[in-house]
């Protein structure tokens, strides 16, 4: 049943993608072979789409512009995240720090650049800068060279590599009337962080090193272990 379902979904997808194509071609006609004219808009929102496609599926479903043309325009868009220009008012001049910011943001974001990587990238976005330039403007920001950088990992690495791993531990105290009286117990518990999954680790009045290292064997125990 439920592959006569998908098998019905997708011929009806297949029906629709041709549908579309046809009416594309009608328009094309009618316009007789004027060159269409596109937005800023128009050409961001064919570009986010295109890009999700591919170029293999834009090149069976791609007939209002080309696929390269579509593949272009995501190129640029990508661009405009380091020049600046989404977010400038129009007529506002480049400064040495807009640019130096732009520097900074490359090898941070990319941290296997070297300089000739960023300074190809700046070349590509209309700034030439010095190979010097862009070595003291990353020393200015505390920035290591490509090599070291490279090979260091950030926290946010680490802790994004290691998420499901990585558990929390901590204690809480509660008081209990025992036949002593009121007795004060040690609760140690532990926290997955990706689930936020709670468990007890144990309970004790005493929690000293010898139980410590108790619940250490405990939890890591290759069957019964956390």
């Known amino acids: ?41 128009r050409r961001r929102r064919l570009a ?23 593949l272009t325009w995501h190129r640029k868009l990508k661009a405009r995240k380091y020049d600046g220009t989404a977010g400038r008012g129009p007529g506002s001049p480049r400064t040495a720090a807009d640019i130096e910011k732009v520097v900074v943001q490359m090898a941070q974001e990319n941290r296997d650049w070297g300089y000739t990587r960023i300074l190809g990238a700046l070349s590509n976005l209309g700034h030439n800068l010095a190979r010097g330039t862009v070595a003291n403007i990353l020393k200015r920001n505390g920035i290591e ?22 558990v929390a531990a901590d204690f809480f105290t509660i008081e209990v009337w025992t036949a002593k ?14 689930t936020r999954r709670v468990e007890i680790g144990g309970i004790s009045a005493s929690a ?14 290759s069957i019964d272990g956390l």
Not at 181 to 194: C, D, T, Y
Not at 208 to 221: E, H, P, S, Y
């Open 1 to 41: 049943m439920m592959i006569s379902i998908v098998g019905w979904m997708n011929q009806q997808q297949q029906q629709a993608i041709g549908y579309l194509r046809e009416a594309n071609k009608v328009l094309h006609e009618q316009l007789g072979g004027r060159r269409l004219r596109f937005t800023d808009e």
């Open 48 to 70: 986010v789409k295109a890009k999700g496609l591919g170029r293999r599926a834009l090149a069976a479903v791609a007939t209002v512009v080309a696929p390269e043309t579509l």
């Open 145 to 166: 060279p490509a090599p070291e950088r490279s090979r260091r990992t950030t926290w946010k690495e680490f802790l994004t590599q290691h998420w499901e791993l990585i």
């Open 181 to 194: 009286g009121l007795q004060r117990f040690m609760v140690l518990f532990f926290i997955e962080l990706s």
């Open 208 to 221: 000293n090193g010898l139980w410590m290292g108790q619940i250490a064997r405990n939890l890591t125990d």
